[in-house]
Protein backbone atom coordinates (compact mmCIF):
# COMPACT_ATOMS: atom_id res chain seq x y z
CA UNK A 1 0.00 0.00 0.00
CA UNK A 2 1.29 3.44 -1.08
CA UNK A 3 1.63 5.85 2.39
CA UNK A 4 -0.58 8.53 2.69
CA UNK A 5 2.49 11.41 2.46
CA UNK A 6 4.16 9.61 -0.46
CA UNK A 7 4.41 12.23 -3.15
CA UNK A 8 2.58 10.32 -5.82
CA UNK A 9 -0.38 9.42 -3.12
CA UNK A 10 -4.35 11.21 -3.72
CA UNK A 11 -3.70 11.84 -0.11
CA UNK A 12 -0.25 13.09 -0.32
CA UNK A 13 -1.76 16.58 0.72
CA UNK A 14 -4.54 16.29 3.55
CA UNK A 15 -5.58 19.99 3.02
CA UNK A 16 -6.42 18.83 -0.46
CA UNK A 17 -8.69 15.62 -0.63
CA UNK A 18 -9.69 13.74 -4.03
CA UNK A 19 -13.21 14.58 -5.42
CA UNK A 20 -16.20 12.48 -4.45
CA UNK A 21 -16.67 11.07 -7.88
CA UNK A 22 -20.06 8.50 -7.03
CA UNK A 23 -21.68 11.22 -5.27
CA UNK A 24 -20.42 13.85 -7.83
CA UNK A 25 -22.43 11.32 -10.14
CA UNK A 26 -25.32 10.59 -8.12
CA UNK A 27 -25.74 14.49 -7.42
CA UNK A 28 -25.49 15.81 -11.34
CA UNK A 29 -26.59 12.87 -13.46
CA UNK A 30 -30.28 13.10 -13.28
CA UNK A 31 -33.00 12.07 -15.42
CA UNK A 32 -33.73 15.17 -17.97
CA UNK A 33 -30.87 17.03 -16.81
CA UNK A 34 -28.26 18.24 -19.04
CA UNK A 35 -25.00 16.41 -17.71
CA UNK A 36 -24.99 13.49 -19.34
CA UNK A 37 -21.37 11.46 -18.33
CA UNK A 38 -19.10 12.63 -15.94
CA UNK A 39 -15.27 11.69 -15.74
CA UNK A 40 -12.53 12.33 -13.15
CA UNK A 41 -8.82 11.64 -13.98
CA UNK A 42 -5.96 12.25 -11.71
CA UNK A 43 -3.98 13.88 -14.65
CA UNK A 44 -3.87 15.19 -17.88
CA UNK A 45 -2.79 17.80 -20.37
CA UNK A 46 -5.94 19.92 -21.05
CA UNK A 47 -9.54 18.51 -20.32
CA UNK A 48 -10.64 20.57 -23.54
CA UNK A 49 -8.29 18.98 -25.85
CA UNK A 50 -9.29 15.44 -24.49
CA UNK A 51 -13.14 16.15 -24.52
CA UNK A 52 -12.93 17.87 -28.45
CA UNK A 53 -10.78 15.10 -29.61
CA UNK A 54 -13.49 12.37 -28.19
CA UNK A 55 -16.43 15.34 -29.32
CA UNK A 56 -17.83 12.79 -31.95
CA UNK A 57 -18.40 10.11 -29.50
CA UNK A 58 -20.08 11.58 -26.50
CA UNK A 59 -23.52 13.14 -26.16
CA UNK A 60 -24.06 16.51 -25.27
CA UNK A 61 -23.91 17.21 -21.48
CA UNK A 62 -20.32 15.04 -20.91
CA UNK A 63 -17.90 16.83 -18.33
CA UNK A 64 -14.57 15.63 -17.68
CA UNK A 65 -12.83 16.96 -14.89
CA UNK A 66 -8.82 16.89 -13.71
CA UNK A 67 -7.76 16.59 -10.55
CA UNK A 68 -4.37 17.96 -12.15
CA UNK A 69 -3.96 20.01 -15.48
CA UNK A 70 -0.53 20.22 -16.93
CA UNK A 71 -1.29 21.88 -19.82
CA UNK A 72 -4.03 23.57 -19.11
CA UNK A 73 -4.86 26.56 -22.38
CA UNK A 74 -6.08 29.80 -21.95
CA UNK A 75 -6.68 32.43 -24.72
CA UNK A 76 -3.77 33.10 -27.09
CA UNK A 77 -2.60 29.32 -25.56
CA UNK A 78 -1.48 31.07 -22.54
CA UNK A 79 -0.66 27.96 -20.09
CA UNK A 80 -2.45 27.42 -16.84
CA UNK A 81 -0.73 25.35 -14.26
CA UNK A 82 -1.48 24.59 -10.52
CA UNK A 83 -1.11 21.99 -7.45
CA UNK A 84 -2.91 18.82 -8.16
CA UNK A 85 -6.39 19.30 -5.98
CA UNK A 86 -5.88 23.36 -5.48
CA UNK A 87 -8.52 24.25 -8.08
CA UNK A 88 -11.49 23.06 -10.44
CA UNK A 89 -10.10 21.95 -13.69
CA UNK A 90 -12.94 20.90 -15.85
CA UNK A 91 -14.31 21.00 -19.41
CA UNK A 92 -18.51 20.66 -20.61
CA UNK A 93 -19.28 19.26 -24.13
CA UNK A 94 -22.40 21.66 -25.49
CA UNK A 95 -24.73 21.82 -28.55
CA UNK A 96 -26.61 24.62 -29.22
CA UNK A 97 -27.81 23.98 -32.43
CA UNK A 98 -30.47 23.54 -34.34
CA UNK A 99 -31.96 25.91 -31.24
CA UNK A 100 -29.21 28.95 -31.69
CA UNK A 101 -27.72 30.21 -34.38
CA UNK A 102 -23.82 29.27 -34.99
CA UNK A 103 -23.79 33.08 -34.79
CA UNK A 104 -24.66 33.46 -31.23
CA UNK A 105 -22.61 31.18 -29.88
CA UNK A 106 -19.79 33.57 -29.16
CA UNK A 107 -21.95 34.05 -26.16
CA UNK A 108 -21.19 31.27 -24.85
CA UNK A 109 -17.49 31.95 -22.44
CA UNK A 110 -19.27 35.15 -21.45
CA UNK A 111 -22.11 32.69 -20.03
CA UNK A 112 -19.89 30.68 -18.51
CA UNK A 113 -18.58 33.60 -16.65
CA UNK A 114 -21.59 34.32 -15.52
CA UNK A 115 -22.82 30.73 -14.62
CA UNK A 116 -19.27 30.41 -12.46
CA UNK A 117 -19.63 33.79 -10.79
CA UNK A 118 -23.37 33.44 -9.49
CA UNK A 119 -22.96 29.53 -8.79
CA UNK A 120 -19.57 30.29 -6.56
CA UNK A 121 -21.22 33.42 -4.92
CA UNK A 122 -23.50 30.94 -3.67
CA UNK A 123 -21.75 28.22 -2.89
CA UNK A 124 -18.41 29.76 -1.60
CA UNK A 125 -19.74 33.25 -0.17
CA UNK A 126 -17.31 35.19 -2.34
CA UNK A 127 -18.15 38.01 -4.92
CA UNK A 128 -17.07 37.63 -8.78
CA UNK A 129 -16.41 39.71 -10.72
CA UNK A 130 -16.10 39.50 -14.95
CA UNK A 131 -12.80 41.04 -16.22
CA UNK A 132 -14.00 40.75 -20.65
CA UNK A 133 -14.02 38.52 -22.25
CA UNK A 134 -13.20 35.36 -20.13
CA UNK A 135 -11.45 36.24 -16.71
CA UNK A 136 -13.16 35.74 -13.34
CA UNK A 137 -11.30 38.16 -10.99
CA UNK A 138 -11.64 37.91 -7.20
CA UNK A 139 -10.79 40.56 -3.97
CA UNK A 140 -7.47 40.14 -2.66
CA UNK A 141 -6.94 42.58 0.43
CA UNK A 142 -8.67 45.08 -1.66
CA UNK A 143 -6.80 44.37 -5.14
CA UNK A 144 -8.08 42.32 -7.72
CA UNK A 145 -6.85 39.33 -8.58
CA UNK A 146 -7.50 36.60 -11.36
CA UNK A 147 -8.65 33.17 -9.68
CA UNK A 148 -10.40 31.81 -13.10
CA UNK A 149 -10.28 31.73 -16.31
CA UNK A 150 -12.45 30.46 -18.91
CA UNK A 151 -11.76 29.47 -22.93
CA UNK A 152 -14.57 28.14 -25.42
CA UNK A 153 -13.48 26.17 -28.55
CA UNK A 154 -15.48 24.42 -31.48
CA UNK A 155 -15.54 20.79 -31.38
CA UNK A 156 -16.23 20.21 -35.20
CA UNK A 157 -19.46 21.62 -36.81
CA UNK A 158 -21.95 21.07 -34.24
CA UNK A 159 -20.29 21.09 -30.93
CA UNK A 160 -18.73 23.45 -28.44
CA UNK A 161 -15.86 22.73 -25.51
CA UNK A 162 -16.27 24.94 -22.81
CA UNK A 163 -13.41 24.68 -20.65
CA UNK A 164 -13.47 26.62 -16.59
CA UNK A 165 -10.04 26.80 -14.25
CA UNK A 166 -10.81 27.72 -11.24
CA UNK A 167 -8.21 28.17 -8.00
CA UNK A 168 -9.63 27.27 -5.05
CA UNK A 169 -7.00 26.77 -2.55
CA UNK A 170 -4.09 28.04 -4.05
CA UNK A 171 -1.54 29.53 -1.19
CA UNK A 172 -0.04 32.60 -1.41
CA UNK A 173 3.27 31.07 -2.03
CA UNK A 174 2.12 28.55 -5.22
CA UNK A 175 0.78 31.61 -6.99
CA UNK A 176 2.24 31.85 -10.56
CA UNK A 177 2.32 35.35 -11.06
CA UNK A 178 1.90 38.31 -8.65
CA UNK A 179 -2.14 38.91 -10.09
CA UNK A 180 -3.35 35.41 -9.37
CA UNK A 181 -6.05 34.55 -6.48
CA UNK A 182 -7.43 31.84 -5.26
CA UNK A 183 -11.59 31.57 -3.45
CA UNK A 184 -8.89 30.56 -0.01
CA UNK A 185 -7.13 34.13 -0.60
CA UNK A 186 -10.47 35.73 -0.98
CA UNK A 187 -11.96 34.17 2.33
CA UNK A 188 -13.94 31.99 0.98
CA UNK A 189 -16.32 30.47 3.42
CA UNK A 190 -15.97 27.21 2.01
CA UNK A 191 -12.70 25.91 0.08
CA UNK A 192 -14.57 22.33 -0.59
CA UNK A 193 -14.61 21.78 -4.02
CA UNK A 194 -17.35 18.65 -4.37
CA UNK A 195 -20.22 21.35 -3.40
CA UNK A 196 -18.04 24.09 -5.52
CA UNK A 197 -18.53 22.02 -8.60
CA UNK A 198 -22.21 21.24 -8.13
CA UNK A 199 -22.66 24.65 -7.48
CA UNK A 200 -20.72 25.64 -10.93
CA UNK A 201 -22.59 22.84 -12.91
CA UNK A 202 -25.64 23.26 -12.08
CA UNK A 203 -25.82 26.94 -12.54
CA UNK A 204 -24.27 26.41 -15.91
CA UNK A 205 -27.22 24.33 -16.70
CA UNK A 206 -29.47 26.57 -15.57
CA UNK A 207 -28.57 29.41 -17.84
CA UNK A 208 -27.69 27.92 -20.64
CA UNK A 209 -30.96 26.10 -20.12
CA UNK A 210 -32.50 29.63 -20.24
CA UNK A 211 -30.08 30.79 -23.19
CA UNK A 212 -30.92 28.12 -25.43
CA UNK A 213 -34.67 28.78 -24.84
CA UNK A 214 -34.25 32.15 -26.10
CA UNK A 215 -32.87 30.90 -29.53
CA UNK A 216 -29.25 32.29 -27.78
CA UNK A 217 -30.85 35.94 -27.61
CA UNK A 218 -28.89 37.35 -25.11
CA UNK A 219 -31.12 39.82 -24.30
CA UNK A 220 -34.44 38.05 -23.89
CA UNK A 221 -32.43 35.37 -22.26
CA UNK A 222 -31.27 37.88 -19.43
CA UNK A 223 -27.31 36.75 -19.92
CA UNK A 224 -26.75 40.14 -21.52
CA UNK A 225 -27.84 42.00 -18.50
CA UNK A 226 -26.65 39.59 -15.95
CA UNK A 227 -23.18 40.23 -17.78
CA UNK A 228 -23.02 43.76 -17.69
CA UNK A 229 -24.18 44.34 -14.09
CA UNK A 230 -21.16 41.36 -12.76
CA UNK A 231 -18.44 42.69 -15.59
CA UNK A 232 -15.42 45.06 -13.94
CA UNK A 233 -14.34 45.68 -17.35
CA UNK A 234 -17.50 48.31 -17.94
CA UNK A 235 -17.22 51.83 -16.89
CA UNK A 236 -12.96 52.02 -16.54
CA UNK A 237 -10.55 53.23 -18.97
CA UNK A 238 -8.88 50.18 -20.14
CA UNK A 239 -6.15 49.58 -23.02
CA UNK A 240 -7.46 47.03 -25.82
CA UNK A 241 -4.35 44.86 -27.16
CA UNK A 242 -5.54 43.50 -30.62
CA UNK A 243 -4.28 41.12 -32.84
CA UNK A 244 -1.34 42.26 -35.36
CA UNK A 245 -0.01 44.14 -32.20
CA UNK A 246 -2.17 47.12 -32.31
CA UNK A 247 -3.69 48.60 -29.24
CA UNK A 248 -6.93 51.04 -28.66
CA UNK A 249 -7.74 53.47 -25.54
CA UNK A 250 -10.62 54.20 -24.47
CA UNK A 251 -13.41 53.70 -21.77
CA UNK A 252 -15.44 50.39 -21.76
CA UNK A 253 -19.43 51.26 -21.98
CA UNK A 254 -21.24 48.89 -23.58
CA UNK A 255 -21.38 45.32 -24.67
CA UNK A 256 -23.52 45.10 -27.93
CA UNK A 257 -25.17 42.23 -28.87
CA UNK A 258 -23.08 40.17 -29.92
CA UNK A 259 -20.98 39.90 -26.66
CA UNK A 260 -18.55 42.48 -27.93
CA UNK A 261 -16.48 45.22 -25.92
CA UNK A 262 -17.79 48.65 -26.91
CA UNK A 263 -15.42 51.37 -26.21
CA UNK A 264 -15.64 55.02 -26.62
CA UNK A 265 -12.32 56.24 -27.78
CA UNK A 266 -10.55 59.55 -27.86
CA UNK A 267 -12.29 62.43 -29.85
CA UNK A 268 -16.22 60.53 -29.16
CA UNK A 269 -15.71 57.66 -31.72
CA UNK A 270 -16.96 54.06 -30.55
CA UNK A 271 -15.12 51.00 -31.18
CA UNK A 272 -16.70 47.64 -30.89
CA UNK A 273 -13.75 44.90 -30.04
CA UNK A 274 -14.34 41.47 -30.66
CA UNK A 275 -10.96 39.71 -29.43
CA UNK A 276 -7.85 41.07 -27.68
CA UNK A 277 -6.38 41.31 -24.18
CA UNK A 278 -7.81 44.04 -22.00
CA UNK A 279 -5.73 46.07 -19.42
CA UNK A 280 -7.76 47.77 -16.72
CA UNK A 281 -6.06 51.37 -16.53
CA UNK A 282 -8.70 52.60 -13.73
CA UNK A 283 -10.08 51.72 -11.16
CA UNK A 284 -14.29 51.23 -10.96
CA UNK A 285 -16.16 54.19 -10.10
Not at 123 to 150: C, F, H, M, Q, Y
Not at 194 to 214: I, M, T
Request: charged share 25%.
Amino acid sequence: MTPQNAPESRWSDLDRPPLNVPALRRALLVPGGLWTSLDIVPETGSTNSDLAARAASLEEGAVLVAEEQTAGRGRLDRSWTSPARSGLFFSVLLRPGPEVPVERWGWLPLLAGVASATGLARAAGVDLSLKWPNDLLVKVGGEERKTGGILAERAGDEAVVVGIGLNVTLRADELPVPTAGSLALADAISTDRDPLLRALLRSLEQWYGDWRAAGGDPARSGLQAAYAEGCATLGRTVRAELPGDRSVTGEAVALDGDGRLVLTTEGGGRQSISAGDIVHLRAAD
